[in-house]
């Protein structure tokens, strides 16, 4: 599967790229297996995603929880914790 993927704020400063189009093998189904795949293409990756857990996904522009399948997305934007106000 080809998945669209866009980067915000300190994830995209930190991997060094707004967005990119990557193949994903078959083993990626949800949005943690998408992060946990993404931390092992690098070192910019790792230090990006170094704690899975606060990161924040959108599929299709809509968030969602990291239990999410990823299948059908068009777009996969990946985000730090975010703060409102």
Do not use: C
């Not at 980067?7 to 193949?23: H, L, N, Q, S």
């Not at 790792?46 to 959108?58: F, K, M, Q, S, T």
């Not at 399948?69 to 106000?85: H, K, L, N, S």
């Amino acid at each position: 599967m080809k998945a669209n993927l866009v980067y915000f704020a300190w994830v995209r400063e930190r991997i060094g790229k707004t967005e990119e189009e990557i193949e994903l093998p078959e083993t990626v189904v949800t949005v943690r297996d998408l992060l946990s795949h993404l931390k092992g293409l690098g070192e910019e990756y790792e230090n990006a995603l170094e704690y899975p857990d606060v990161i924040r996904v959108a599929l299709n522009q809509e968030h969602v929880e990291h239990d999410e399948p990823i299948a059908g997305a068009r777009e996969i934007g990946i985000f730090p914790p975010m703060t409102g106000g």
